[in-house]
């Protein structure tokens, strides 16, 4: 019997099946499994012949190379800048900015490296008009180009240190089927460039585009298949973006890079807190400003809950910036051990600028933010609240307070609620707080009763 040549992956998640179905075993995804070529995997296993293993302290020791950027956001994302031989994806929506974040990159690097910037998308032309607002004045090799074995053969003759292919989704290899930036077309392109960055040691950074639901395969699916994802984020009607890495070979995944972008392309915002805070903060039932720690920076942000009569059988809760689970668990903290129903109420959180947060840290904040919008009361506007929240009501306390407090004191907040624990820490390290007022809270009941005037 002949052997199939074709088989089914998931655009979604990547999983593999023989057989179409119509829901992926993988992730359940509906209408997710698409047809791709078998081909590649067969060529692969056609090579024979044993390894001769190394013993592990054989192996020469490499000193790590990296090419810093200088765009220190963008540098600490990476974990110290951009490891030879590494691939890097870089994933986010259309028009979000990852052209033009990347080369303003490029060009930093290319006055100290050899670099290649490969366009599939734009033509060179558009990539000079591009340069010329951006006020690039550094040179550096560019090449328009859709064709992988084109572009493979290109890289091989220019030799350049630093690669940069945008987007992935726009090169494409004849003999394999599908459309360009179809599923097996994007993993074969990613499997090349991989392949040939560990080959000749050359840094390679692969733009993604994040499209909606199948017409193109996302990021998800090549997740897997490169050293460093980073996503470039952020609301496209407003100015600032966020660097997320969410995978790193070479260095930690909690840091975040934040830019503005500008009419000269994205400028770095290296104290990002004022950013995430609505200025005029008096009077706002339902805001409350918590400090959390991204990475190795502390950010000041602030989480917004509205609480209002339901119209429907069940009342609707929704959040974006906190995992909803999260704030189910606060909300059944609240009514058990502080006596606060949200029975019959809907409820929608906020946390503003586009912030996710992960931290459990901001517990004590979002049980505040919601009982201030339910009972019609703002906290007062110059208090950072910070804490985490076990499931009996205690108030737990929480790591690197210092920098927490200090961040909330440099931007001019006067009041700290924090767990108790916390606030003997600080005390013992030093009595100089400058009218900073520090309020320690054991549960959620006091947290509640330090905060407002009135009570239900
Ligand atoms: P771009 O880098 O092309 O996005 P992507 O590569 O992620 O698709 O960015 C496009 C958007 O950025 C576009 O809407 C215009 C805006 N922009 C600026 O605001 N300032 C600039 O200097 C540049 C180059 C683009
Ligand atoms: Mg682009």
Known sequence: MAKKTTMFCCTSCGHENQKWLGRCPGCSEWNTLEEVSAVPARRKATKTGALSPVALNEIPALSEERFV?????????????????????????????KSTLLLQATARLAAKTNVLYASGEESLRQLK???????????????????????????????????????VQSIYRGEIGGVP???????????ELVRMAKESNIAVFLVGHVTKEGAMAGPRLLEHMVDCVLYLEGDRYQSFRILRGVKNRFGSTNEIGV?????????EVSNPSHLFITQNREQAPGAVITASIEG?????????????????????????GIDLNRVALVLAVLEKHAGISFFGLDTFVNVVGGVRLFEPTADLALALSLTSSLKGESLNGDTV??????????????????QRFNEAAKLGFKRLILPEANRAELKKDSNEFNNFQLIGVGSIKEAIKASFLKRL
């Open 69 to 97: 950027t200088a765009i220190n956001e963008f540098d600490r994302v990476l974990g110290g800048g951009m490891v030879s031989g590494s691939v890097v994806l870089l994933g986010g929506d259309p028009g979000i900015g």
């Open 129 to 167: 008009m591009r340069a010329d607002r951006l006020d690039i004045n550094q040179s550096f090799q560019t090449a328009a180009i859709t064709d992988l074995d084109i572009l493979l053969e290109t890289v091989n003759t220019v030799k350049p240190s630093v690669l940069v292919v945008d987007s």
């Open 181 to 191: 930036g179809s599923v097996s077309q994007v993993r074969e392109v990613t499997g």
């Open 259 to 267: 830019f503005l972008m500008e009419s000269e392309g994205l400028k």
């Open 296 to 320: 190795t920076r502390p950010l000041l942000v602030e989480i917004q809950s509205l609480v209002a009569p339901t119209y429907y059988p069940s009342p609707r809760r929704t959040s974006s």
């Open 385 to 402: 609240v910070v804490g985490e929240m076990g499931l009996t009501g205690e108030i737990r306390p929480v790591s690197r307070i210092r």
